[in-house]
């Protein structure tokens, strides 16, 4: 069963390109949706958030506005969040795995937003990139409601430019010419994939 790493930074198209890989047949890992399952009430993560970030939760779930604002700019507390909540997210992964399985799928598909960011391409046979021009990019994620140029900018400044990312993939899946360009695109990384003859070699370049 082949891993394929799909990323691209905030507002490039990377849920929609997931979801045409969806339609596709192919199982997708939605790194997000587990982490917004863990955040809600009752779920494994909101006890050692609140623990490790007292004031974190709200009504039983993780208040992600106020977490937002306790790691924002400090790497330590990044450091511990992550140690808090990729460990819940690996057991999730691991159910993921086992049904992709059991289902006979040829390969899975992991949405992973900072996937070169924390260097989990190397686990990967193939990475996909969605990217788009940068004002299209801009206007995507300004248009969503309470996001500023700030906050914006905070979130690039941790995330690899599109550039790099653009350099490190084996595929890539143009947004910024609509719906029906980019899903032509995903069902011919697919049929890539699937020729053994036509596979790139595993794992895109670190640098």
Do not use: C
Request: hydrophobic share 45%; proline share 5%.
């Amino acid at each position: 069963m082949l891993m394929i790493g799909l990323t691209g930074s905030i507002g490039m198209g990377k849920s929609t390109t997931a979801t045409m890989f969806r339609e596709a047949g192919i199982p997708v890992y939605d790194a997000d949706a587990v982490v917004a399952d863990l955040y809600l009430k009752g779920g494994a993560a909101v006890e050692p958030l609140e623990a490790a970030f007292p004031g974190v939760t709200k009504d039983g779930a993780v208040d992600r506005e106020a977490l937002r604002q306790r790691v924002l700019g400090d790497d330590a507390a990044m450091a511990k969040l992550n140690s808090v909540v990729h460990p819940l997210m690996g057991a999730d992964r691991m159910a993921f795995f086992a049904r992709a399985e059991a289902a006979k799928a040829d390969m899975v598909v992991m949405d992973i937003p900072l996937l070169f960011e924390t260097g989990g391409q190397a686990n990967m046979d193939a990475v996909v990139v969605a990217s788009a021009p940068e004002d299209q990019q801009r206007a995507r994620v300004l248009a969503r409601p309470g996001w500023t140029a700030e906050r914006l900018d905070d979130i690039l400044k941790r995330q690899l430019h599109d550039s790099e990312k653009r350099k490190r993939a084996h595929f890539i899946v143009e947004t910024g010419h609509g719906l029906d360009h980019a899903r032509a695109q995903v069902h011919e990384i697919i049929a890539t994939l699937r020729d053994p003859a036509r596979r790139p070699q595993k794992t895109a370049p670190a640098t």
